[in-house]
């Protein structure tokens, strides 16, 4: 069963250019996984100035969703970077949650 990772992240107006351009390595980075499937992002922003930012990635299954997940931690280990201090940093927060397809 296909599973759908979807986050969202609340970006300061002061910290969206190094947001995006951690989204991009981030996106190009999976696209190359086994089992992905395909990804998604989309933006607005509030009457603060702030981007919201909703990003979905579409994977064959569980297991290689698992496997997508320990890969992106080893690339960041690799990468020498911390994506819960780059959060804390920039002070953007961030929603994270597995869904499944409903079946017509």
Request: glycine letters at 2%; aromatic letters at 10%; charged letters at 30%.
């Amino acid at each position: 069963m296909k599973q759908i990772f979807i986050d969202q992240f609340v970006v300061p107006p002061t910290a969206q250019q190094e947001f995006k351009e951690r989204m991009k390595i981030n996106r190009n980075f999976i696209k190359k996984l086994e089992g992905f499937i395909e990804d998604r992002a989309y933006e607005r922003h509030d009457e603060q100035g702030n981007l919201i930012c909703i990003t979905t990635a579409i994977w064959q299954n569980e297991d290689v969703l698992k496997k997508a997940k320990e890969a992106v931690q080893q690339e960041y280990q690799q990468q020498g970077f911390d994506m819960k201090a780059m959060l804390q940093r920039l002070n953007i927060s961030m929603e994270r949650n597995t869904y499944r397809e409903i079946a017509d």
